[in-house]
């Protein structure tokens, strides 16, 4: 099992922030990539991002990828908070599986929050080494974590409800834990 970590409002200072852990359950993982690949280039963008794309290319991107196998973690933690201590009060509940691969973080992160999910997953009896900061660019499940953090956010601030309402309800069958 792959992980692929992304947040979504963790700079604000109000509303909401969204850590999305995104496990990809396909036993053929090259055959999700293709699909999002494919997705991002029949609708002639280079990679996916929810804070660069317009509406009609999210609803046309998650209606294709929301198809797709794949299981979701999401935590929801109201605004300001303290990343450090949250991150780690939050990830000891969502990394739970015992067959995971690699985790993947989008971003390069500060040295305190890899030391801090590296602790969590040598508690866990996993190899720190499993754990990778990358960029967007280069896993496509870093872009649909995106898309899922940056669609949950976006549900959870009230913006747009209508239109983010029937696309989150169809992510929401995905979840299978929610902290808050």
């Known amino acids: 099992m792959y992980i692929f970590i992304?947040?979504?409002?963790?700079?604000?200072?109000?509303?909401?922030?969204?850590?999305?852990?995104?496990y990809i359950g396909i036993n053929?993982?090259?055959?999700?990539?293709?699909?999002?690949?494919?997705?991002?280039?029949?609708?002639?963008i280079k990679e996916f991002h929810?804070?660069?794309t317009t509406w009609?290319?999210?609803e046309k991107f998650l209606d294709k990828i929301l198809k797709l196998d794949?299981?979701?973690?999401?935590?929801?933690?109201?605004?300001?908070?303290?990343?450090?201590?949250?991150?780690?009060?939050?990830?000891?509940?969502?990394?739970?599986e015992k067959d995971i691969k690699c985790v993947f973080i989008d971003g390069k992160k500060?040295?305190?929050?890899?030391?801090?999910?590296?602790n969590i997953l040598r508690s866990k009896n996993f190899s720190v080494r499993k754990l990778k900061t990358v960029k967007s660019n280069?896993?496509?499940?870093?872009?649909?974590?995106?898309?899922?953090?940056?669609?949950?956010?976006?549900?959870?601030?009230?913006?747009k409800i209508e239109k983010v309402e029937k696309f989150y309800k169809r992510l929401e069958k995905k979840?299978?834990?929610?902290?808050?």
């Open 6 to 22: 992304d947040e979504s409002g963790i700079h604000k200072d109000v509303d909401h922030s969204v850590y999305v852990l995104v």
């Open 28 to 44: 053929d993982c090259e055959y999700f990539d293709k699909v999002v690949l494919e997705t991002e280039k029949n609708l002639k």
């Open 50 to 52: 929810w804070a660069e």
């Open 56 to 58: 009609a290319i999210k």
């Open 70 to 96: 794949f299981e979701l973690k999401v935590a929801v933690i109201n605004n300001p908070i303290n990343p450090s201590r949250e991150l780690e009060r939050v990830l000891s509940h969502l990394l739970i």
């Open 110 to 118: 500060p040295k305190w929050y890899e030391r801090k999910i590296k």
């Open 138 to 159: 280069q896993f496509p499940g870093i872009r649909v974590a995106d898309m899922a953090a940056g669609l949950i956010r976006t549900f959870y601030d009230s913006r």
């Open 175 to 180: 979840i299978i834990i929610t902290v808050k």
